[in-house]
């Protein structure tokens, strides 16, 4: 099980909630659709549209995005990493802040405690409730 841990909206607060797995994967999921998205939107521009209402890409940029995706990333030319880069730009600020959320800062941008603290117990929590489990333990 993935633990993410929030702080509550106001910073004098530092009771803290975890956040389930499916929840991170909801707000990615949702940038990732965005992104799905965009491309589709670029992809049908480049189509032609025929009079029975399909779409048709051309031949060119068939093979052209066909090698892509059988290129590795770090053989990919600079260009289309920076594609790649821009659109990893569009979910980084949910890991963002989620981590800020995980380690928390104080007023001079350092680290707090608390929510470390607060993090490794309940990560010792969770394996102890793991063990317990797997040796068929309330």
Same mark, same amino acid.
């Given at each position: 099980m993935l633990v993410l841990l929030e702080r509550k909206s106001r910073p004098e607060e530092t009771e803290i909630n975890t956040m389930s797995e499916e929840q991170l994967i909801e707000k990615l999921a949702d940038k990732e659709h965005?992104? /799905?998205s965009r /491309?589709? %939107?670029?992809l049908f521009s480049r189509c032609e549209k025929q009079p029975d209402g399909r779409y048709v890409i051309s031949e060119s940029d068939?093979?052209? /995005?066909y090698d892509e995706l059988k290129t590795p990333y770090n053989s990919l030319s %600079?260009?289309?990493k920076e594609?790649? #880069?821009k659109e990893v730009a569009h979910i980084l600020p949910i890991i963002k802040q989620y981590v800020s959320d995980?380690?928390?800062e104080d007023e001079h941008g350092g680290i707090k405690d608390e929510p470390i603290s607060a993090f490794r117990n309940t990560m010792r929590n969770?394996? #102890?409730a793991e063990l317990r489990k797997k040796a068929g333990l309330k």
């Amino acid at each position: 099980m993935l633990v993410l841990l929030e702080r509550k909206s106001r910073p004098e607060e530092t009771e803290i909630n975890t956040m389930s797995e499916e929840q991170l994967i909801e707000k990615l999921a949702d940038k990732e659709h965005a992104s /799905w998205s965009r /491309w589709m %939107e670029y992809l049908f521009s480049r189509c032609e549209k025929q009079p029975d209402g399909r779409y048709v890409i051309s031949e060119s940029d068939f093979f052209h /995005w066909y090698d892509e995706l059988k290129t590795p990333y770090n053989s990919l030319s %600079e260009k289309v990493k920076e594609s790649d #880069r821009k659109e990893v730009a569009h979910i980084l600020p949910i890991i963002k802040q989620y981590v800020s959320d995980l380690i928390g800062e104080d007023e001079h941008g350092g680290i707090k405690d608390e929510p470390i603290s607060a993090f490794r117990n309940t990560m010792r929590n969770t394996f #102890r409730a793991e063990l317990r489990k797997k040796a068929g333990l309330k």
